[in-house]
Nanobody, 124 residues
Framework: QVSLVESGGGLVQAGGSLRLACVFS????????MGWFRQAPGMQREYLAS????????WYRDSVKGRFTVSRVNAKNTVYLQMDNLTPEDTAVYYC?????????????????WGQGTQVTVSS
């Protein structure tokens, strides 16, 4: 069974930065592409970014492009989300998810393994 554990959330002022980490266990990490999602209260879940199994290819939602960077270190079984220039609109619970297969170009419904989430709060 795949297990995902996120960390790195917290409270930050607008304009600040946070780096989220997600540690993967239970299967072979470099066989999975990874995604980052978020959900604010009363809102639908948003698919923010994805990264291929090798780490060579990434995709970003337009609203975070240029501010968020997804990366992974396969030797550490860890995927990261660097978030810069945060705004109050980025306040949400952030989740990482894993999808078997190398491609990063997958719809959200192909992610079957999810972490428990980490809260990010951006104050104005």
């Amino acid at each position: 069974q795949v297990s995902l554990v996120e960390s790195g959330g917290g409270l930050v002022q607008a304009g600040g930065s946070l780096r989220l980490a997600c540690v993967f266990s239970g299967r072979t990490f470099d066989s999975y592409s990874m995604g980052w999602f978020r959900q604010a209260p009363g809102m639908q879940r948003e698919y923010l970014a994805s990264i291929s199994a090798t780490g060579q290819d990434t995709w970003y939602r337009d609203s975070v492009k240029g501010r968020f960077t997804v990366s992974r270190v396969n030797a550490k079984n860890t995927v990261y989300l660097q978030m810069d220039n945060l705004t109050p609109e980025d306040t949400a619970v952030y989740y990482c998810a894993a999808s078997y297969g190398s491609s990063h170009l997958k719809p959200s419904y192909e992610y079957h393994n999810w972490g428990q989430g980490t809260q990010v709060t951006v104050s104005s």
